[in-house]
């Protein structure tokens, strides 16, 4: 039967055209075929120029970044030995103003820290004391040297100590580095410094122009400048002349801003890539960095392009009958999509007007559909959370059907949730819509049962109350009467037969008789009350009035309690029922909710109009009734107080159902209790 369908749906969309046709629209698809390698064509190369934009600007970028690393190593290393030559200076100041320093001293602590020269000056910049050794003959001894201009700040006060920095040897080649603190006292200054020759050969070894020359050896790389607006700072060896900043108004532009420029440029007959972007170093301009990038693989690849695209031409005739084959395919499974689309939008509408919320989603938990009544369910749109996880929607509900699904449990099944902070139980049936080459995914049917379980709880408390009624009834009837005659056999007892012995505690038993008679006759009439259908005067309420009186009643009590008590509700409603009855509920479940909560807690007493009902909410942050307690909480003599006798929420629960009404409980453990009243209008 499904292969006749399927042969049948291909006859009805088979497609037939003339040859005129075939052959315009083989030419059509030819020419979209020529336009679309063009279009390719120059889409590809704005894709190989963003690709060598950006991986330019990486080297780039990588360039700056070892030239910081490089500049600032070497003011690192000139600061730290900046700080050893000034140290061993203060040294020698500390052995000068005990009066210990001598030549000899001074040879031992240069030879002990490698320093090539120290010399002590006087207040006039003579110098009076220095390690060096002259040689034989030498010309220059160790009078006649002064520095005071040199030492100035020092000589003068104006400083303690100064960096003298790098500096030429006065009396022999080569460069030396000094520091220079004051003397104690402001006697003068001592000068130490070392040969510098080690340090200037480090700087070479690590200086920019290594670096960039390292980098240029690359393949593609022609050259690397650093140049600022005088010349060239820095280059690699690939480049003779040089572009003046002066003169361009591309590297002008890339002086005035913080972005990465790049340009195609000409230089000795060869077409380069260029980017350009400034070098700050501690917000000091230092130069524009310039690397130029060689276009021949790129004009390798732009001419493989080509030739790809003529030989596509070529074939575009054979290429067209194939396409023409398959644009009648697409025509004929366009046709069978659309059935398809119709039959999925039909199922759709009426996945979007069942009266059960519908969930789609896989085995991970994604979601792929929820159906309007979902949306109403759970108080979502359902736009927010398609494609994302069921935990989105609600944790309760992912981690139960994940659980059902991965322990293949039985898929029909009822739970309770909280939605909005209102406990709803939910009735589920979970389906598996399996899908060729593709993943399993999962249909939910969920139909809101809180109500439902509600009245079925209030007919099971009512056939019970009934029940119990009945059978207090019966059973008082049958009691009372033998009760009453050992109640009067115990009073005769007690009066008219007196015994010769023991009499006091005689009396003490028949007293004790009779006060147990009449506790089990209290107990009777407590019964034959509650078994006693009530009789209910309806009249027209203000809110406003019946819900103050309460509030003053209470009042007094929360305020000795040190408890916050809340009156919130429309007190322009005008409702119909019995108000001394309802009073008296109420009041037993406001009294519950004061012995509930500690002091400083929370009573709110609410009530307001929902359609055709009219709900009174009485809640409080107390420590909560436990779930295995909430169900027994209305049963006759039910209580869990010292001094309790059970009967207030049952009375209470009765005084609500004879007016037609609902009461239901929601509790957390240590989060409070709520108790919702539903009285229809």
């Known amino acids: 039967m499904a292969r006749k369908y399927k042969l049948s749906l291909y006859m009805k969309f088979q497609i037939k055209l003339p040859p005129k046709a075939i052959i315009s629209i083989s030419a059509i698809i030819a020419l979209v075929m020529i336009i679309s390698s063009y279009v390719e064509l120059n889409q590809s190369k704005n894709e190989i120029y963003q690709l060598l934009y950006e991986h330019s600007v990486t080297l780039l970028q990588s360039i700056i970044i070892s030239s910081e690393n490089t500049l600032n190593s070497g003011f690192e290393i000139e600061d730290i030995i900046t700080e050893r030559l000034l140290d061993n200076a203060r040294l020698i100041r500390k052995l000068d103003s005990l ?58 006060g104006q400083t303690e100590e100064l960096i003298i920095g ?38 070479k070894r690590i200086g920019i122009g290594v670096i960039l020359q390292g980098i240029s050896n690359h393949h593609g790389i022609e050259y690397i400048i650093l140049q600022d ?61 310039r690397v130029g990038l060689s276009l021949e693989d790129v004009r390798k690849v732009e001419s493989r392009m080509i030739r790809r695209l003529i030989i596509i031409s070529l074939i575009l005739a054979a290429i067209s009958i194939i396409v023409l084959s398959i644009i009648f395919t697409n025509q004929n499974l366009k046709s069978i999509s659309d059935e398809y689309q119709r039959f999925k939008t039909f199922a759709s509408s009426v996945l ?50 994940l659980k059902k699904i991965s322990l293949n ?18 009735f589920c049936s979970l389906s598996e819509l399996t899908e060729e080459k593709s993943d399993s995914n999962y249909i939910a049917v969920i139909r809101d049962i809180t109500e439902v379980k509600i009245l079925e709880e209030e007919a099971r408390r009512n ?72 009789e209910l005067k309806i009249s027209q309420i203000r809110c406003s009035d019946f819900f103050e009186e309460i509030y003053q009643l209470f009042i007094p009590q929360a305020n000795q309690k040190n408890i916050k008590f809340i009156k919130q509700g429309d007190d322009n409603l005008m409702v119909r029922f019995d108000a001394d009855l309802i009073k008296q509920s109420l009041m037993n479940i406001i009294q519950n909710a004061f012995d509930a909560v500690n002091e400083k807690g929370e009573v709110l007493l609410k009530y307001y109009q929902s359609g055709n009902h009219f709900i009174i909410e ?10 295995e307690l909430q169900k027994k909480i209305f049963d006759l003599y039910f209580t869990t107080k010292k001094d309790g006798n059970g009967l207030g929420l049952s009375i209470a629960q009765k005084i609500i159902n004879q007016h037609n009404g609902t009461i239901t409980i929601s509790s957390k453990i240590n989060q409070g209790t709520t108790f919702k009243i539903s009285l229809p209008i």
Do not use: C, W
């Open 99 to 156: 009066n210990a320093l001598n030549k000899d001293e001074l040879i031992k602590i240069a030879t002990g820290n490698n320093l090539y020269r120290v010399n002590v000056f006087d207040k006039k910049g003579n110098r009076i004391l220095s390690n060096r050794i002259p040689e034989p003959g030498d010309i220059h001894g160790e009078e006649n040297i002064n520095r005071f201009s040199e030492l100035e700040p020092i000589l003068k």
């Open 166 to 203: 790098l500096k030429k040897a006065e009396f022999s080649d080569g460069e030396r580095y000094a520091v220079a603190v004051a003397r104690a006292n402001n006697k003068g200054a001592i000068v130490v410094n070392m040969d510098a020759k080690d340090f200037l050969e480090f700087r």
């Open 229 to 289: 607006t005088l010349g060239v700072l820095a280059a690699t060896a690939k480049i003779d002349t040089v572009e003046s900043i002066s003169e361009s108004g591309f590297l002008h532009s890339v002086i005035e801003s913080d972005s990465v420029f790049s340009r195609v440029i000409k230089i000795n007959g060869s077409e380069l890539y260029e980017v350009s972007k400034r070098f700050m170093l501690n917000n000091e301009l230092v130069g524009i960095y």
């Open 352 to 401: 979007e007007n069942m009266s059960e919320a519908v969930i789609v989603f896989n085995k991970q938990g994604i979601i792929s559909f929820i159906n309007s009544s979902a949306e109403k369910l759970f108080n979502i749109s359902a736009e927010d959370y398609l494609n994302k996880e069921l935990y989105d929607l609600n944790n309760s509900v992912s981690e139960t059907f």
């Open 409 to 426: 449990e039985n898929k029909s099944f009822e739970f309770d949730i909280s939605i909005n902070n209102e406990i709803k139980t939910l």
């Open 463 to 534: 056939e019970k109350l009934s029940a119990m009624g009945e059978l207090a009834s019966g059973v008082a009837h049958e009691i009372r009467n033998p009760i009453n005659a050992i109640g009067m056999i115990a009073q005769r007892l007690n009066k008219e037969f007196t015994p010769n012995e023991n009499e006091q505690e005689y009396k003490k038993i028949t007293g004790l008789l009779r006060s147990e008679v009449n506790r089990i006759n209290k107990i009777i009439t407590q019964f034959l009350n509650y078994a006693k259908p009530l």
């Open 618 to 627: 009485i809640s409080d942050n107390g420590f909560g009734i436990p779930p």
